[in-house]
């Protein structure tokens, strides 16, 4: 499969419908990805990254059908991540001394990666490269997700090639922004956003602003991965800039793991309190070892404040509570309010475990947090409603 985005610009990646996890086992991909390369034909001929390597075999034969190999002038690898580059090795073993446009980090990454001796040519902001009457303009995006990321944007045509900024997971055979259900899209790209491209906010904030400044125009943006943003392009631009400004909703996200739902019962009646003490606020409960990693991050992403509860297991907490504590802290979301609490037996440490988890992830923490002994009674639930009600005036 290949279609047109322009009169000499084609797409030739792979749309990838069974995906349902990515890298590994750890981002979930509910509506699948594509990887999308792109072949631009002027006086000279460029192809624009590659795809998995699981696929290379189809990607290399289907570009045959658009263009002989050895016509190919340049190869651009905007990143080297494998989902990306996977099908370089199979394509350059045809035109072995076609020439890499890459970043010098990128030369690192794919020698790392295939160790091949490919022919590099290494490339910096603001570096050009002619292609006949049009030219590549390179923009290194240096930990735009990785060392290597760079984008590459076509002049006259206007496309800015972003790899995997702009992306989402989606597997669409209607591949631009105007074309599919615009709550799937926003929800694939603010998860995208939420879980890949948090920790690097400030540089994704520097980027954007130093993209828009050169003021050029931009007819379309090219992510690697899903539709092509054609209508009001510059939209996801603007919304990233949002979202890398410590982005938050009037939302309270609870999450929590539970034994024999104590601690549910807790997060229950906490939810209770804020919704009496501001019902505007819009409160979430997700049990965290029966939910989606990644969507629960991205409710936390779109949170102001979260509450994590756990009951108290070996002195420590359950595993599900430490696994996402690890990832909120990996993240590095900015400016949100946290508070703990859970439910206990005899030695009851899960509160403060989870407290200190949560300060050094670099929310602020709002109090001492909740604990409630064995399992709430009436008293006890009266006690989490009044700690929702109070926590919903901390949070605000
Ligand atoms: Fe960083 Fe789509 O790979």
Not at 6 to 33: A, M, P, Q
Not at 133 to 141: N, T, V, Y
Not at 236 to 241: P, R, S
Not at 317 to 335: D, P, Q, T
Request: with cysteine.
């Amino acid at each position: 499969m290949s279609f047109k985005i322009k009169e000499n610009v084609s797409w030739v990646g792979k749309i990838d419908w069974e995906l349902r996890k990515f890298h590994g086992e750890e981002y979930s991909t509910h509506r699948g990805s594509s990887y999308n390369s792109y072949l631009i034909k002027e006086g000279k001929t460029a192809l624009i990254d590659t795809v998995w390597g699981k696929f290379s075999g189809e990607f290399v034969e289907n570009l045959k059908k658009e263009i002989p190999l050895e016509k190919i002038d340049f190869v651009i690898a905007n990143h080297a991540e494998s989902d990306h580059s996977g099908a370089l090795p199979e394509l350059m073993r045809h035109i072995p001394d076609t020439p890499i446009y890459c970043t010098s980090n990128g030369v690192k990454s794919l020698t790392g990666h295939y160790h091949q001796d490919w022919n590099f040519h290494i490339v910096k902001t603001g570096d050009k490269l002619s292609l006949g009457s049009k030219e590549l303009i390179f923009i290194e995006a240096q930990m735009l997700h990785w060392p290597d990321s760079m984008m590459s944007y076509l002049t006259h045509d206007s496309i800015l090639f972003s790899n995997d900024a702009f992306g989402q997971h989606i597997a669409s055979e209607r591949m631009y922004n105007d074309l599919v259900d615009q709550a799937e899209l926003f929800q694939e790209a603010i998860k995208y956003y939420a879980n890949i491209l948090t920790p690097f906010s400030a540089l994704v904030d520097k980027k954007i602003k130093e993209v828009l400044a050169l003021n050029v125009p931009v007819d379309m943006i090219c992510p690697s991965h899903g539709v092509i943003w054609r209508k009001d392009p510059l939209q996801i631009a603007n919304q990233y800039l949002e979202w890398a400004n410590a982005y938050a909703e009037n939302q309270i996200t609870i999450a929590y793991d539970s034994m024999w739902d104590g601690t549910r019962r807790m997060a229950e009646a906490i939810a209770k309190g804020i919704v009496e003490a501001d019902p505007t606020v819009a409160v979430k409960l997700f049990n965290i070892a029966r939910s989606d990693k990644n969507d629960l991050i991205t409710e936390i992403f779109k949170s102001k404040a979260v509450l994590v509860g756990s009951p108290t297991i070996n002195k420590g907490i359950l595993s599900a509570v430490a696994a996402i504590l690890e990832e909120m802290k990996g993240l590095k979301f900015m400016n949100k309010k946290a508070a703990a609490f859970g439910c206990y037996g005899w030695s009851g440490e899960a509160v403060k475990i989870m407290t200190q988890h949560l300060s050094s992830a670099g929310f602020t923490v709002v109090d001492e947090g909740l604990r409630a002994m064995w399992n709430p009674d009436t008293k006890a639930i009266e006690i989490c409603i009044e700690y929702g009600k109070r926590v919903a005036g901390l949070f605000k």
